[in-house]
Nanobody, 124 residues
Framework: QVQLAESGGASVQTGESLTLSCAASGYTSSAYCMGWFRQAPGKEREGVVTIDSAGATQYADSVKGRFTISRDNTKNTLSLQMNNLKPEDTAMYYC??????????????????WGQGTQVTVSS
């Protein structure tokens, strides 16, 4: 099993920045695909960004140019730098990981492990 723990969520104003962090423990591996997903009230959980074992990334169109993902395999940590936040970014953000042979895409069905989430609220 892999355990994921997010932190860094907060209530901010439009245009501000925020950094989310995820600490992984258990049977962790640098070969895992990792990423961030989010879910707003009444909506489906959607992919924000993924990063594979080689460092290749895939961002949702809604966050391109504003969010940046990074991973430190030695420390087993994952970060999400969020700039120029907008009200539509308001959601519960989840750290995620999937096994190497599964697609590393913005599809929740491929995720094998989830964190418990950290709330991000952006007010106008």
């Amino acid at each position: 099993q892999v355990q994921l723990a997010e932190s860094g969520g907060a209530s901010v104003q439009t245009g501000e920045s925020l950094t989310l962090s995820c600490a992984a423990s258990g049977y962790t591996s640098s070969a895992y695909c990792m990423g961030w997903f989010r879910q707003a009230p009444g909506k489906e959980r959607e992919g924000v960004v993924t990063i594979d074992s080689a460092g290749a990334t895939q961002y949702a169109d809604s966050v391109k140019g504003r969010f940046t993902i990074s991973r430190d395999n030695t420390k087993n940590t994952l970060s999400l730098q969020m700039n120029n936040l907008k009200p539509e970014d308001t959601a519960m953000y989840y750290c995620a990981a999937s096994l190497p042979l599964l697609p590393c895409t913005l599809v929740a069905a491929y995720v094998g492990y989830w964190g418990q989430g950290t709330q991000v609220t952006v007010s106008s």
